[in-house]
């Protein structure tokens, strides 16, 4: 039987999974109070479900991908928000946001591709991608002006991250959760061989 640990974390991911869409829905009717609200604690539980899973060994194969679709529907969040509550902000940096958009769609479709899932490999590149992404949009929302620095940086780490995860695509024949990043995979490769 799984720990009452193991329970709590998944319902932490949960909550966020079944928050995205509730955010949504105020977002199209301009309820930004209660939105931007609802995305700050969504992201602030995207730091607390990981680090409580690793902290407490109830990590898991479930928890892993419930954690990656709840972060990713949070972002989609996010990025509605953005565009409808700040269009003018959005319309301005979409090229850039397009650029990523496509790297990503290219990274989960390799992704299924090659291990039928998407990656989840919550590398420490991932983690800090989501940080910067968390940290931008919630800071978006709250203060009178975007934080453009932050949103470049953001982007920039994101990228790097996802072409990070590409390459781990390529060299990881199976698919596997918590991998810490590409130095690690070549560094346990060497040893082995």
Known sequence: MRSRTYYIVNGISLYRLFSAPIMVVLIFFR???LFRWMLALSFLTDAIDGTLARRYGVSSIFGSRLDSLADDLTVVAGVLGMAI???VFFRQELPLLLILFCIFIFHLIWALKRYGRQTSFHTY????AALLQGVFLILLFFLPHPPYPLFY??????GAE???EMILIRVLPQWETNVRGLYWVLKRRRNIG
């Open 162 to 164: 996802l072409i990070e």
């Open 125 to 128: 590149g991932a983690k800090l």
């Open 153 to 158: 940086l953001a982007l920039v780490i994101t």
């Open 31 to 33: 309820q930004q109070e």
């Open 85 to 87: 509550l700040k269009p």
